[in-house]
């Protein structure tokens, strides 16, 4: 609360300019100790727009204009809100208190420490064995006659930015896992990311070998020997350094690089290409300008986004993950993916891999799996990469972006392959970056250890598991032969696109005209919307009548494919909603939210207090999807039939002549 | 060329089974390879062991066969028949390896050996013997034939007849009439009672006042009369007969006009909107003199028939949009682009390949002034006059663009082939010229129908519930101009229809008064080319038709999507509209500077326009996909058309994925929902509780979705060009070497260089 310097201005108008909003709103701007909250004077509305603070990058001062002092605030998920505050002496106290408040030097700043979802101890520590990475590796079959668990890093004694938990094939001694970890950047030596069951390869990582331009190291030796031992099916292994060459070969002379091939037998050494942080960095910088754009011509449009060249980056990360793919499931050969420090490309190109091969990635639950496997526990630097803390603007790039978008342009390669839609991978992005919940706090997981976040703060992923009604993919059916085996993409530019839905805000305001799934999602909730109105009015009809029931009651599922709610409403929505504007409690969960006043409390039970079905069952084709269609194409009639066919199988057929008669 | 099937004895053996070689050479001889040929088609020429290329890495997969010149198309059979596939759409008058004679843009021959190349004209000699065939054609496709076995006379022979009937002297010598005139006797004397009126066309066609009528009833134009002053094409050679003028526009003052107007072209009535105003196009004046004065007199006269007596809007196209030329070229190079530039090049740069061409700004442009005239119409009440120097270009696409963006009606598939047939058969769209059938005059060539259909699949991409047709559709659509079979894409006028098909009727001996609709039908009678199941692809599983309407104005209008959930986050739109509708504004400016980023100064507060708050308060609400639909004009909503473009590129080609998929998994939902419904329907009939809405309706009966639910199809054959296949319909010729450019694109020199070095070990 030092930091503030004034809580509350008046008569500020406020723009938000992403969502491509042209009238400024005149309204109130308070300063909380983690929020930025509008609320507009309006008093049909009272809209309220929350922004937390460390979802703001920069906070901008352009120079004065005769109606007053303006303030620019960019968010990391590409948001900008312009405000017009009329006192100058104001807005610069609202300019030093954003810059300081959105730039938190400790970990205690941070807002998930002092988040508190309204749980007891016992669901905290539950939600953070949600996800079970030894239940995954057992998924895979790990460990095996293959593969075995390492206790060679417990304590982080080898490897601190590793997971104390690693599998490495069962040949390998701990003297040789430390002495191949001497001879890795980092000590990062070689672990399991990936088993592939059908064909008993492996996908492994690692960072660069300290090889110099000519060092070489016994153990390191041995350690990719058994590498490709533990896969009987082959004799040797890719190496695939995801860096461009010539970036790998410049590192030679900083005593790094990459495998000799003369030195290691049998390995196949292939570069893949991926440019460094700092390159990707300024590239979405570009593509994000590009979105900005007010009146773009069709040239500045497509100019500007092959100059970026971002959409090149991304397919050369999908390439990757395709070119590794590849190899273990046509050719059956075991990869080891490293870059340098083996926490970025590398992260990007085995998760990748991993989507491709598995369609059990392909899953919302999977995906967190992922996620959590890949980058949360080998130590990819969350802080740093996204910029949680005050800190060196070189170590900040959008890494993880990549990924999601990754992902992204395959689902929209294949719309039936994932269980999730845009709108959860968005999420996750969203939480990545603002710090709400402790997943995805820190470095490293010894880093995580030793701030003690278990106890001190929550995890993200039950919070977004909750929620999955609203991010399930309504043409995922998992029988279907596309959700099935492994993902074959096409890499070439044709089928890369601008991801409209996070660069694009605009976009956004119009989701449920855009893809065939949204409008799917939309009908299946105006159809639920009927059925519910159906059994109101059996009641009713009941009630007047006077008549008894005499048919079982409807039961009305209750699945809400709520993105009909706020489709951005930032990282999550509060669960406890109670305190008042002006007095913005700790415990609120807005990061970056707007909606009216004067309907929360029905917007907000409606959405989030509902029992939701479990999802397995909106795998079979199953009743709901058949009522949406004929209720829109027939109307009432067909609405009656819907809710009868329901309850097709085998129950009295008097029962829907009740229902007909009744509605 | 050999089977390896083991072939199955006919008696008993007491031999020891035949060795493989033996049996190679007591092989049954090469079966005679026959073409199937449509009535009236004749062989022209053909020539054996030829060898069609499947890819252009390799001739493993190629296919050989014979290569046949008929009348009709250019024919290929192959030896082995290939195993069916499943992934295509059969089409029933032309097999697999089929081309139309009308479909080739342009025959090139060449011998490697002497290093000739020559394209092909009519009536030509070619001095050297051709070893290869690339056939270029008009829907894309790039085939090419090895003449490295077969008889290089007949090869020689082949490739000049397949020139010369690609590139027919007369009208009268396309095949259609032909096939059509045969066609019809045949059919004659299957049912005495001739066929039902009209061949059982659903779609208007506009060539008579009962059309024009009903239109005008079912717009509510009450102020609007058919008039008939061109009957017989009297006043102009290039309308209609029959067309719908003011009512207070005496036939006596049309006349008067008519001589002002280019080719006599007087005002002609489009539609009507339900609040009266109407949108009408004209070509322009001749005489500078008299402009002014009739100019007066025509929009007093619509200005009469508006309820409102509302002004009346002139939109002059010629000025605001680009020319056919400029539309040809954009093609011209986007072709180049996807098909024809060898594929590592075209993929180093693809985007700025793209904007190159320019096809998607024009596509833009067109939306963007489409969607201006609708804001005249609908916002402003005003009438609007669309005019061109012709009328027969420009207008076709805007006129119909805006009817199909305010009347749901045109995006049924009946209403649909009604717009294209109102607006551009009959109202003169030079289809002759425009496609070049005769190949005569390539300036007068310009695919203005495809980028009409190229708009409609924009409108489609952003709406997609909104159409009953889908992208399949209106590719096979695109597909059929090139097929000469049909009488709507042959003709430059009604009236050189009307001639043609008088004297094709005489010469044909086909009795005078029978329609010509029926001995020279239109496309739109889809059973001529396709089986019922095909055209199943055609629906669109997601349209939702007039049902929605009925549950909006019913009484569950309980649907809180339009008042709750989406007005607060769609208001939005409008600051991309400002810049993406606003009229006249740098419509086609090019290599604006970036700019327009954002400003410094705080620019919220400015006015905005009334077609701003117009476009921003349709955005702000929900769109009805039965009103008026508005399409996204931003640069990042337009988007290639993949399934047209690049069908047959197999670089592009989605495995197993693509929209496709999600097509199938709706049409299996909506066919399972069509079967419960029917299924209820029969168990409730005999209650009789409730009126059945189709009773009659057999469970067995016709579907209307492709992909059925009941017998779930396995999904592997569907590809990104489904329902097409790239398989031998793209090779284009392999370059020698790899492309410089390869080599000197930065980092990847190392990548090359480092994959060469692994070859080596």
């Known amino acids: 609360m030092e930091h503030l310097r004034t809580p509350k201005v008046e008569n500020v108008r406020f723009l938000d300019r992403s969502s491509g909003q042209r009238k400024a709103t005149i309204g109130t701007l308070y300063l909380s100790a983690t929020h930025t909250i509008f609320v507009e004077n309006n008093p049909e509305s009272r809209k309220e727009t929350w922004v937390l603070h460390s979802m703001v990058s920069s906070v901008e001062r352009p120079p004065t204009i005769p109606a007053g002092s303006q303030l620019i605030l960019r968010c990391k998920d590409f948001r900008v809100f312009q405000i017009l505050i009329p006192q100058e002496r104001d807005c610069l106290d609202v300019h030093t208190s954003l810059v300081r408040l959105s730039r938190p030097e400790k970990y205690s700043e941070l807002y998930c420490l002092s988040f508190n979802p309204n749980v007891n101890k016992l669901e905290r520590e539950e939600s953070w064995n949600f996800i079970d990475i030894m239940a995954d590796y057992k998924r895979m079959g790990v460990p095996n006659n293959l593969w075995v668990a390492t206790a060679a890093n417990s304590e982080y004694r080898v490897c601190d930015t590793y997971p104390s938990e690693l599998f490495v094939p069962k040949t390998a001694t701990p003297a040789i896992i430390v002495g191949s970890s001497r001879f890795r950047s980092r000590g990062r030596f070689p672990a399991l990311s990936y088993f592939h069951q059908d064909t008993l390869a492996a996908v492994c990582r690692c960072s660069q070998p300290l090889s110099g331009f000519s060092g070489r190291c016994q153990e390191d030796e041995m350690m990719l020997q058994m590498l490709m031992k533990s896969n009987p099916g082959s004799d040797y292994i890719y190496v695939v350094d995801t860096r461009p060459k010539l970036n790998a070969m410049a590192n030679r002379a900083a005593g790094k690089g990459y495998e000799n091939e003369d030195h290691y037998t049998n390995i196949k050494l292939q570069f893949i290409g991926i440019e460094n942080i700092h390159v990707m960095r300024s590239s979405q910088q570009k593509m994000i300008d590009v979105g900005e754009m007010r009146s773009p011509s069709m040239t500045d449009f497509l100019y500007g986004l092959e100059n970026s060249g971002w959409l090149k980056h991304i397919k050369a990360i999908l390439d990757a993950g395709l070119f590794i793919a590849r190899a273990v499931a046509d050719e059956g050969v075991s990869v080891l993916v490293h870059c340098s420090d083996g926490w970025d490309r590398t992260a990007q190109a085995c998760s990748v891999a991993s989507i491709l091969l598995d369609p059990y990635y392909r899953t919302i639950k999977g995906l967190m799996v992922l996620i959590e496997k890949d980058w949360v526990c080998f130590g990819h630097k969350f802080s740093h990469r996204y910029a949680h803390l005050d800190g060196d603007p070189k170590e900040v790039s959008p890494v993880i972006d990549q990924f999601l978008e990754c992902v992204w342009q395959l689902s929209e390669q294949f719309p039936c392959a994932f269980e999730f839609n845009e709108r959860f991978i968005i999420a996750i992005h969203t939480h990545v970056y603002s710090s709400q919940y402790g997943t995805f706090l820190g470095n490293c997981q010894k880093e995580r250890r030793d701030m003690r976040l278990r106890e001190r703060s929550h995890s993200v992923w039950p919070q977004l598991w909750k929620d999955r009604a609203e991010y399930t993919n309504p043409l995922y059916k998992a029988e279907l032969s596309q959700s099935q085996g492994v993902l074959r993409p096409n890499t070439t530019p044709y089928c890369f696109k601008m991801w409209k839905g996070l660069y694009n805000h605009t976009e956004k305001s119009t989701p449920p005209r855009q893809s065939p799934a949204d409008f799917l999602s939309a009908v299946r909730e105006e159809s639920q919307q009927l059925e519910e109105e159906l059994t109101n009015h059996q009641e009713r009809i009941a009630a007047l009548t006077g008549k008894p029931i005499t048919w079982e009651k409807i039961e009305v599922p209750r699945r809400r494919t709520s993105h009909l709610r706020q489709t951005h409403s930032g990282p999550d929505p509060p669960t406890t909603y109670t305190d008042t504007i002006t007095s913005p409690a700790q415990d609120n969960g807005h990061t970056l939210s707007s909606k009216p006043a004067n309907q929360k409390t029905p917007t907000q039970d409606l959405s989030l207090t509902l029992p939701l079905r479990p999802h397995t069952q909106l795998k079979s084709p199953n009743p709901d999807d058949h009522s949406t269609r004929s209720n829109l194409e027939s109307g009432m009639a067909d609405l009656s039939s819907c809710s009868s066919s329901r309850r097709d199988n085998g129950k009295d057929p008097n029962l829907d002549e009740a229902v007909f008669i009744t509605a | ?419 294209v047939q109102k607006e551009w058969v009959m109202a003169g769209h030079r289809f002759l010229d425009r496609c070049n059938h005769l190949k005569k005059n390539e300036k007068e060539e310009s695919p203005l129908f495809l980028l009409f259909l190229d708009c409609v699949w924009q409108m489609m991409n952003q709406y997609p519930a909104a159409f009953e047709f889908t992208e399949a559709y209106l590719t096979v659509l695109s597909d059929s101009m090139w097929i000469p079979l049909f009488s709507t894409f042959l003709f430059n006028s009604s009236q050189q229809r009307a001639q043609h098909l008088m004297d094709f009727a005489k010469i044909k001996a086909i009795p005078q008064g029978e329609e010509q609709t029926v001995y020279f039908p239109p496309v739109w009678d889809w059973s001529q080319q396709f089986s019922t199941k095909d055209q199943t692809l055609f629906n669109n599983p997601m349209y939702v038709g007039k049902g929605a309407a009925c549950v909006q104005n019913g009484e569950v209008k309980t649907f809180r999507r339009t008042k709750k959930n989406y007005s607060s986050t769609l208001r939005g739109m409008h600051g991309s509209l400002r810049n993406g509708l606003k009229i006249g504004e740098d419509s086609l400016t090019r290599r604006g500077s970036l700019a327009s980023e954002l400003k410094p100064e705080f620019s919220p507060v400015k006015d905005e326009s009334p077609s701003e708050r117009f476009f921003r308060d349709w955005f702000s609400r929900a769109a009805d996909q039965q009103g008026l639909l508005i399409p996204l004009l931003l640069p990042s909503h337009m988007a290639l058309w993949k399934l047209y473009f690049l069908r047959w590129v197999p670089e592009a080609c989605i495995p197993k994925g693509g929209p496709i998929t999600a097509y199938h998994k709706l049409s299996q939902l909506v066919d399972e929902i069509e079967i419960l419904q029917s299924q209820l329907r029969q168990y409730k009939g005999p209650s009789g509780t409730m009126p059945l809405p189709n009773p009659s309706r057999p469970l067995s009966g016709q579907r209307r979705m492709y992909f059925k639910a009941t017998s779930p199809t396995p999904t592997d054959f569907l590809t990104s060009s489904f329902p097409f296949t790239p398989t031998g319909n793209l090779c284009r010729r392999s370059f020698q070497g790899t492309p410089i450019s390869k080599f000197l694109n930065g980092a990847k020199i190392w990548l090359s260089t480092e994959t060469l070095a692994n070859d080596s070990l």
């Open chain 2, 1 to 419: 060329m050999f089977s390896v099937k083991q072939t199955k004895p006919t008696f008993k053996c007491y031999l020891p089974p035949v060795q493989t070689d033996v049996k190679k050479t007591i092989e049954p001889p090469i079966k005679k390879l026959e073409p199937k040929l449509i009535q009236g088609e004749i062989v022209v020429n053909e020539v054996n062991f030829v060898r069609k290329c499947i890819s252009a890495e390799s001739s493993q997969d190629d296919l050989w066969g014979k290569l046949i010149c008929t009348n009709f198309k250019v024919s290929f059979i192959p030896q082995d028949a290939p195993s069916k596939q499943k992934s295509q759409l059969s089409h029933l008058l032309l097999g697999e390896h089929d081309i139309p004679l009308t479909c080739l843009e342009q025959v090139v021959t060449a011998n490697d050996t002497k290093g000739k190349k020559k394209v092909l004209g009519s009536n030509q000699k070619l001095k050297f013997n051709p070893t290869e065939l690339i056939l270029y054609c008009k829907d894309l496709r790039i085939i090419r034939f090895c003449f490295d076995e077969a008889g290089p006379e007949s090869a020689k022979k082949v490739c000049l007849a397949i020139a010369h009937y690609s590139h027919p002297a007369d009208l009268q010598l396309l095949f259609g009439f032909e096939y059509q005139g045969r066609r019809y006797h045949a059919s004659k004397e299957e049912h005495v009672n001739g066929s039902t009126p009209r061949g059982g066309l659903r779609t208007t066609i506009f060539d008579r006042p009962s059309d024009w009528d009903r239109e005008i009833k079912r717009t509510g134009a009450s102020e609007w009369r058919v008039c008939s002053i061109n009957e017989s094409y009297v006043i102009s050679l290039s309308l209609p007969e029959y067309i719908v003028v003011p009512v207070s526009l005496a036939d006596q003052d049309l006349k008067q006009y008519s001589i002002f107007f280019t080719d006599q072209r007087i005002p002609l009535w489009c539609w009507n909107h339900p609040n009266g105003s109407a949108l009408v196009r004209m070509a322009s004046i001749n005489d500078p003199l008299q402009q002014r004065k009739i100019y007066q007199k025509v929009f007093t006269a619509i200005t009469k028939s508006h309820p409102q007596r509302s002004e009346v809007v002139r939109c002059d196209l010629d000025k605001s949009l680009p020319n056919i030329q400029d539309i040809q070229s954009a093609f011209v190079k986007v072709r180049q682009i996807c098909v024809i530039d060898p594929f590592e090049e075209s993929e180093e740069r693809w985007l700025s390949s793209i904007e190159n061409s320019r096809w998607l700004e024009y596509v833009r442009a067109f939306l963007k002034h489409s969607a201006d005239i609708v804001y005249y119409l609908d916002g402003k009440n005003a009438s609007v006059i669309l005019q061109e120097e012709e009328d027969r270009d420009l207008n076709c696409v805007v006129s119909s663009l805006v009817q199909l963006m305010l009347d749901p009606h045109y995006r049924s598939l009946i209403g649909f082939q009604s717009l």
